[in-house]
């Protein structure tokens, strides 16, 4: 038998109610640190609950910076995701898995306590 790789998808949105700092800029910073810690948090719940959760290793806030256009009222996060592809899995749907972070996050308006920028989040792309 071969043995799973590890693959790796993006997950890109905006937060409209986390002010952009520069202080997010600094991976080395407080206020990045802590952010990324809770972005990771709710990610991975989010991605453990959905159709790849079974083989879901995790995600990692990578970015963050101003929102769209010079917005900085807004947050822009990025973040990679970790799964284990199987020999016999298909390969990952991000359409489907789109879709399944839209119905979880109530149309891409909400995770946890930030609200997003409902046409923000790209899945792989």
């Known amino acids: 038998t071969t043995a799973a790789t590890l693959e790796h998808f993006t997950v890109n949105f905006t937060i409209t109610n986390l002010p952009y700092s520069s202080d997010l800029e600094n ?53 990679v995701c970790t799964y284990s592809k199987e020999p016999w899995a298909a390969p990952l749907d991000r359409v489907g898995l789109y879709h399944q972070v839209s119905n979880k996050t109530r149309g891409i308006t909400q995770l946890g306590p930030y609200s997003l920028d409902k046409d923000s989040l790209y899945v792989n792309g």
């Open 27 to 79: 991976p080395d910073s407080a206020r990045f640190r802590a952010t990324r810690r809770v972005m990771n948090m709710m990610l991975d719940r989010l991605m453990k609950d959905s159709s790849i959760g079974p083989a879901f290793h995790g995600c990692e806030t990578t970015d963050c910076r101003y929102g769209p256009g010079s917005d900085r009222d807004q947050t822009r996060v990025d973040a």
